[in-house]
Structures are given as C-alpha cells and as structure tokens.
Antibody, heavy 122, light 115 residues
Framework: EVQLVESGGGLVQPGGSLRLSCAASGFTVSGNHMSWVRQAPGKGLEWVSIIYSGGSTYNADSVKGRFTISRHISKNTIYLQANSLRPEDTAVYYC????????????????WGQGTLVTVSS | DIVMTQSPDSLAVPLGERATINCKSSQSILYTSNNKNYLAWYQHKPGQPPKLLIYWASTRESGVPDRFSGSGSGTDFTLTISSLQAEDVAVYYCQQYYTTPWGLTFGGGTKVEIK
C-alpha cells in the first residue's frame, strides 16, 4: 500500500528541538520529491520544506536556518530536524509526496500522511 | 511570495446544489511558455490529511468524482462542486506552484457546509 506515516511530534519547550520522521511505503523517497507542510491550530496550510529526488533541499523563510529536511534512503524515510523552536511553530506537521512539472521543480502534493502534532510551550 | 486569496471564507449550500469557491493570486501563475496555470486544489476533512483534487488548474486527480471541476487562468480561479454531497463537507485550499521551490503558497481556505 502506498502511504506515509509520520512520527516524532510532541511537547517541547521554546528553544528546544525535535526530529520528525516520515516513513514511506509502496514507493521510494529517493525517486520522489518529498515535502513537509504544516497547519497551525485554526489556521491554513503552510509549506515548510522540500527535498528533491536529486537531493537538493529548500526551506520556507519562516524556518530557514532552524529546520533541516533530510532522507535516509535505505530506511525509505524522510526527516525534519526542527531546532530553536518557537511557539508559532506549534502545528500539525504533514509529510507529503510532491509531483512536479517537466522542469522537475514546480511541485504540488499528491500523497499526504496523517500528520504529527508539535506543540511548543513552556 | 505570491499571495493566494480565497473567497468566501465559508459557504453553506443545500444538498445537490452547486458550490463555488474562488481563488485569486497576487500575480499571474500562467506560464506562457507552456500555457499552463500552476494551481492545485485540495480537500481537507477534519482528522484526515489533505487530498489532492485538481492540478494544472483544471486536471482532475485520478479517482476524484467528476462533480469537482476547476477553471480559470492567470490570476483568477474557481473550484466548482456541481452537486454538493454530504461527504463534500470540508475545507478547500488552493495552492500555487508557480514560484518554486521556496515560494509554494496556499490560500487561506474555504469551509463548505450543508445548508
């Protein structure tokens, strides 16, 4: 079955760190673009980070310098290392597979995980 | 970043009636080189992950009922549910993928309910 399963969320104090995981099955993360998208309580969707099949990575300005996306090919898993967490990072974090146009970069999301909740609070 | 503005914020439609959601981008998301609009639509139900409905502004994802359709070009886009069903109650989001990779943006969402 093609699916994504996130884990690693929880309660963390401001300034703390978390590593989110997203295990893929039914396809390879190395052959696909993978992304993280979050939804703060009562808010809309916000793109966070992407790792392209070639390995290049990009982050939204709101998390640049604090969050890092990576992948473990043999585990077929992607990660989001979130450092220097702030209360405004509180959200459900979704892992998503990204499809792209012929350039390989313009991406939309065709498969989503169930999400993992990150709460940043003292 | 391109700002995506959806309207209305919410709407209530009787079962079987048409629901129309609008999405406006702050600049054109039409690539003239391939004449494609870089816009997707998602359905998000409570407790579930978002679901892709439409990409390229009007291409329906496999398995999506044909009562869902997308239209528009340039800066103005519409998602139409031709005959609202109970299972269509959800929040709907548009997303532009014109500015990439670091500028992917979503609209604020439109909540659709049964009247």
């Amino acid at each position: 079955e093609v699916q994504l399963v996130e884990s690693g969320g929880g309660l963390v104090q401001p300034g703390g760190s978390l590593r989110l995981s997203c295990a893929a099955s039914g396809f390879t993360v190395s052959g696909n673009h993978m992304s993280w998208v979050r939804q703060a309580p009562g808010k809309g969707l916000e793109w966070v980070s992407i790792i392209y099949s070639g390995g290049s990575t990009y982050n939204a300005d709101s998390v640049k310098g604090r969050f890092t996306i990576s992948r473990h090919i043999s585990k077929n898993t992607i990660y989001l290392q979130a450092n220097s967490l702030r209360p405004e990072d509180t959200a459900v974090y979704y892992c998503a597979r990204a499809l792209a146009d012929s350039s390989g970069y313009h991406s939309w999301f065709d498969l989503w995980g169930q999400g993992t909740l990150v709460t940043v609070s003292s | 970043d391109i700002v995506m503005t959806q309207s209305p914020d919410s709407l209530a439609v009787p079962l079987g009636e048409r629901a129309t959601i609008n999405c406006k981008s702050s600049q054109s998301i039409l690539y003239t080189s391939n004449n494609k609009n870089y816009l997707a639509w998602y359905q998000h139900k409570p407790g579930q992950p978002p679901k892709l409905l439409i990409y390229w502004a009007s291409t329906r994802e496999s398995g999506v009922p044909d009562r869902f359709s997308g239209s528009g070009s340039g800066t103005d886009f519409t998602l139409t549910i031709s005959s609202l069903q109970a299972e269509d109650v959800a929040v709907y989001y548009c997303q532009q993928y014109y500015t990439t990779p670091w500028g992917l943006t979503f609209g604020g969402g439109t909540k659709v309910e049964i009247k």
